[in-house]
């Protein structure tokens, strides 16, 4: 069983058109993450909630917007693609809030904007 | 200033070298060090944590200077198993902090 499931896994898709990458854990941890790593291989951090709660929101533009149904969940809506946006999304879960530092990834997301 | 710097190699070894690789953090009130490794076009995973007193996994020895804001990753005897990025983890707060990795590849 994939203990942190993204889909779609790959997406392309054109300027202007909204899109979404869902992500679901089945490790029963508490805290789940959206990172986002672009082409110069940079990982950062866009937004973390913890059961359910909003507890990172870096400086991302709003037209991100991350939502948690219940805690074994965490999608990622994006308005507006633009080509900049194009990277691999990571969602990542974690007991604790950061406390023991081990993330448990997802396989990625590879949007392409064209 | 990166909050996490690390030398991006790419680190070309042979196998059975032994190979270093240093990391600086920024922010001096960070808590937690880690190391994750990352495979081509896969995910990051944890490879070991960073503990003040140093500490040994193996063929892998991680060691952290406080004062100094240092981290580093020593491999012995390298493996071609071991080629990846490798990437330097800081917690800070509720966030992990990532520097952008050190490519290593071992070569037979």
């Known amino acids: 069983d994939t203990a942190v499931s993204q889909t779609p896994k790959y997406l392309v898709t054109q300027m202007g058109n909204d899109k979404s990458i869902k992500c679901e854990q089945n490790?029963?941890?508490?805290?789940m993450y959206w990172y986002k790593q672009d082409s110069k291989k940079f990982l950062k951090i866009m937004f973390s909630?913890?059961?359910?709660?909003?507890?990172i929101n870096e400086t991302v533009p709003n037209r991100f917007s991350p939502k948690s149904p219940d805690k074994a969940h965490l999608n990622l809506h994006i308005n507006s693609l633009e080509l900049g946006d194009s990277a691999v999304y990571f969602c990542?879960?974690?007991?604790?809030?950061?406390?023991?530092?081990?993330?448990?990834f997802g396989e990625g997301s590879r949007l392409t904007v064209l | 200033r990166k909050e996490v710097e690390q030398d991006p190699g790419p680190f070309n070894v042979p196998e059975g070298a032994t190979v270093a690789f240093n990391c600086t953090y920024s922010?001096?009130?960070?808590?937690?060090f880690f190391w994750y490794r990352q495979d081509c076009r896969k995910e990051p995973k944890l490879l070991m944590s960073v503990y003040s007193s140093g500490n040994e996994d193996g063929r892998f020895t991680a060691q952290l200077n406080r004062a100094s804001q240092y981290i580093s990753l020593l491999i012995r005897d390298s493996k071609l198993s071991d080629s990846a990025t490798y990437l330097c983890v800081v917690r800070a707060g509720t966030a992990l902090i990532f520097g952008k990795g050190t490519t290593l590849s071992v070569s037979s």
């Open positions: 490790l029963g941890h508490d805290t």
């Open positions: 922010n001096s009130a960070s808590q937690s």
């Open positions: 909630y913890n059961n359910k709660e909003l507890i």
């Open positions: 990542a879960s974690s007991q604790g809030a950061m406390r023991t530092g081990e993330l448990f």
